[in-house]
């Protein structure tokens, strides 16, 4: 108690300020960032690990871990610990955020006390699910670390006025989830979230593939076909890319080549739940929040907005103008940096954990 007037005095704030690390975390399903401050972003690899099987440690882990994945030897498993965006393997998660936060440190010139931590979740993760990406982030060696949700910091980073009585909406695709929040004064007026984004139509190129063409293609090789022709609306010019796997029923390697159009059918059904959510959303929000939407119209994040001719289609059915975030990848570590930059203003946009939860 007798310290409190002296850690509260502003000088001592900023001496310890000028020593401490200031971290936003965008603990993606698909992509972490570690934004530290005054440096910017300084980690952004996948969210994978790679295990050795018999001792259950890691070997590698973010984009090395990701390169394996696939080719994996017999002793080696790579996984995602955030696969469906929450945390499902919570020691793995636990030794990746240390490693990204030791990395981090490795930026520094100075020795640094252990930082403080604001860490993105997904809206409606239950209590246990916060506390345990809370937990994760204070093992993994932070000094305090506090939650966002993650379309708040996505917000945050697009630059959205949230924190103001004008009405935003944002919709983050990431790889897992897709999240689609209404905000006004601070607040997230509704929000939706559901576990259809980039992985899933990866799913449906590797469905698609093996309906029409008996052709099993690995998941890199979806990604990689629906980042280069994928799209949701029609393209000026409709292009072609080569499949390349493994004929299911010669056994034989096999190269086949597929069009845009067939792309966009395959990316049709995934691409139709989210646009169906979106509209839901829209259906459910207050009159007066509409009527500032008119006027700014609704932000896209995450790696997902950057899917052709996705701006067009929403437009197209929401009759609402669309804009993707400058950087859209990096909306929600930016978001959750800001925080820490402007704490007294903004922490009331994080959320707190109840006394007493448990992870485990
Ligand atoms: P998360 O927040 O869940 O980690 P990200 O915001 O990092 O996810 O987005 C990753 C997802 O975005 C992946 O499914 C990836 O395939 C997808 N993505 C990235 N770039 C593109 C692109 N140009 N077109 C379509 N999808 C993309
Ligand atoms: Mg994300």
């Not at 993105?120 to 916060?130: H, L, M, R, Y």
Request: charge should be negative; aromatic fraction near 4%.
């Amino acid at each position: 108690m007798a310290f409190n007037p002296l850690i509260n005095n502003p000088i001592t704030k900023w001496f310890l300020g000028l020593f401490s690390l200031d971290i936003g975390i965008d603990l993606g399903t698909a992509n972490t960032l570690v934004n530290v401050r005054n440096k910017g972003i300084v980690i952004n690899e996948p969210s994978w690990v790679a295990i050795d099987k018999k001792t259950k440690r890691p070997v590698a882990i973010g984009a090395e871990a990701k390169e394996i994945a696939g080719r994996t030897p017999a002793n080696i498993t790579a996984i995602r610990p955030l696969r469906d965006g929450v945390i499902s393997e919570f020691e793995i998660t636990e030794a990746m955020l240390e490693y990204f936060i030791a990395k981090a440190h490795e930026h520094s010139f100075v020795p640094i006390p252990s930082p403080r931590v604001v860490v993105g979740v997904p809206s409606g993760v239950t209590e246990v699910e916060k506390r345990a990406v809370y937990d994760a982030t204070m093992a993994a060696g932070a000094r305090e670390a506090f939650l966002i949700e993650e379309p708040m910091a996505s917000a945050l980073g697009a630059g959205l006025p949230v924190a103001e009585p004008l009405g935003s909406m944002v919709i983050d695709i990431g790889g897992g989830t897709t999240e689609v929040a209404v905000f006004s004064m601070g607040g997230i007026v509704l929000s939706r979230s559901l576990r259809v984004a980039g992985d899933e139509m990866d799913q449906d190129i590797i469905q698609y593939a093996r309906n029409k063409y008996n052709l099993l293609i690995g998941e890199r090789m979806a990604e990689k076909v629906k980042m280069t022709i994928g799209s949701a609306h029609p393209l000026w010019e409709e292009k072609t890319f080569t499949l390349r796997g493994r004929n299911l029923v010669s056994g034989l390697p096999e190269a086949v080549e597929v069009s845009s159009i067939e792309v966009r059918e395959a990316l049709a059904a995934s691409v139709n739940t989210i646009v169906a959510a979106i509209k839901d959303a829209i259906d459910e929000t207050p009159p007066e929040i509409i009527a500032d939407l008119m006027e700014s119209g609704v932000c896209m994040a995450g790696g997902g907005a950057l899917l052709q001719g996705l701006c067009e289609r929403l437009q197209e059915e929401l009759k609402i103008r669309v804009w993707v975030a400058e950087d859209p990848m990096t909306c929600v570590a930016r978001g959750a940096g800001r925080v820490l930059e402007d704490y007294d203003n903004l922490r009331r946009l994080l959320v707190g954990l109840e006394r007493g939860s448990t992870a485990r």
